[in-house]
């Protein structure tokens, strides 16, 4: 039976109860000499119904043996009550933020993982967050609830023994406002990569706004964008790999040519491209290696508006890609620069396309 105003309870899991003066959603508000007591009204057992005898003060009767009650969930998915929120500046548009913070950040090796879910926005979330391995199907909750407007909320810990089960993450979310209008925010999944090698790396910790502390952070939403779903076809994926791997064994090195007229060039800048033996070389002699192999390239094309280079780099510690952008912003600007396909060629290669005005001031 469902506790109504004016019954008298007990409460169910701590002492005391009273009279409902008052219920709001799912809150009852018992009043206890005098004061009001909010209570979940599950957790409100019914001693005497508005008009029947009540008991004496202080006393409350044990209720009829009744069959068990279901288990409430661990977390509730209903409407959050009306309540007055104070909006801010801005915050109409939707940015979502999940974040790994390690409880001991100077022992990697052995610390554990707090996930934190930030709704920057004036909107109530709904959310549900779900890992897999790459090889699974199938997915495992890791967290679910409501966030309210302007909140960072715990979304559980894991440690590194998770790890494994989890190079795949999605969030889905709902948002939506309770006690005003709102423009319509349609739901939606987010699925990505999770690199968990970087659980591993302290400078993969990083300052974040909405932190005190380094962490992993993944945007889920950006200006009301998901984050673009990351969608790989195996495939693709394996025979890339296979590729790759025959050319990296390869014993002789093999330089692209550039073509006659504007297309496209690949140029793989990796060292065993570039050095049938890497015995004896250091870091800098295989950068520099790299980087003239760049500059030998963009001089065989300036004259080539609208050719397109692929410069293959490798994903790194970013050493490479770095002295490459320092070229275009220097020695070569003017060109088009952009992230090349990562369908083609994941993380690590970048797109230079020749412009004619560059070129000509090249000359």
């Known amino acids: 039976m469902t506790p109504n105003i004016g019954d008298t ?3 169910l899991n701590s002492v005391g109860g009273g009279k409902i003066v ?9 009043d206890e000499d005098g004061f009001e007591t909010p209570v979940l009204l599950r957790e409100c057992v019914i001693v005497a119904t508005a008009g029947s005898p009540q008991p004496r003060p202080g006393v409350f009767a044990e209720p009829k043996p009744q069959a068990a009650p279901a288990q409430p969930a661990a977390v509730s998915h209903a409407a959050p009550e009306p309540v007055e929120i104070e909006e801010t500046e801005g915050g109409d548009t939707l940015n979502v ?11 990697l090796s052995q610390s554990s993982f707090e996930a934190y879910l930030v709704n920057d926005s004036n909107y109530w979330l709904d959310y549900s967050i779900m890992t897999r391995a790459d090889g699974d199907t199938q ?22 023994d998770d790890l494994p089960a989890m190079d795949r993450i999605a969030v889905q979310y709902c948002a939506y406002k309770t006690d005003r209008p709102f423009a319509l925010k349609a739901p939606a999944m987010v699925e990505m990569n999770l690199d968990t090698t970087r659980f591993a790396r302290l ?15 993944l945007d889920i939403v950006r200006d009301d964008r998901p984050a673009r779903p990351l969608k790989v076809d195996p495939a693709t994926l394996a025979k890339a790999m296979g590729e790759k791997k025959r050319a990296d064994s390869a014993p002789q090195r093999r330089k692209p040519q550039a073509p006659q007229a ?44 609208g050719t397109k280079i692929i410069f293959i780099h490798g994903k790194g510690n970013g050493v490479l890609r770095e002295a490459l952008m320092k070229e275009l912003n220097h ?33």
């Open 203 to 217: 400078h993969c910790f990083a300052r974040n706004t909405y932190f005190d502390t380094p962490v992993i952070a």
């Open 97 to 107: 933020v999940l974040g790994f913070e390690a409880t001991d950040l100077k022992n």
């Open 22 to 30: 008052k219920i709001a959603g799912n809150i009852a508000y018992v």
């Open 9 to 11: 309870v007990r409460f």
């Open 139 to 160: 997915w495992n909750l890791l967290h679910r609830g409501c966030a309210e407007p302007n909140m960072q909320v715990f979304a559980g810990e894991f440690g590194r």
């Open 331 to 363: 020695r070569y600007r003017g060109h088009d620069v952009q992230d090349a396909s990562f369908r083609e060629y994941g993380f690590g290669a970048t797109q230079v396309t020749i412009r004619q005005t560059a070129a000509k001031k090249q000359r």
């Open 262 to 305: 504007a297309g496209t060039v690949e140029v793989d800048l990796h060292a065993t491209e570039l050095f049938d033996d890497l015995r004896g070389l250091g870091n800098a002699d295989i950068l520099n290696a790299q980087v003239d192999r760049f500059r030998e390239v963009m001089d065989a094309n300036m004259r080539r508006p």
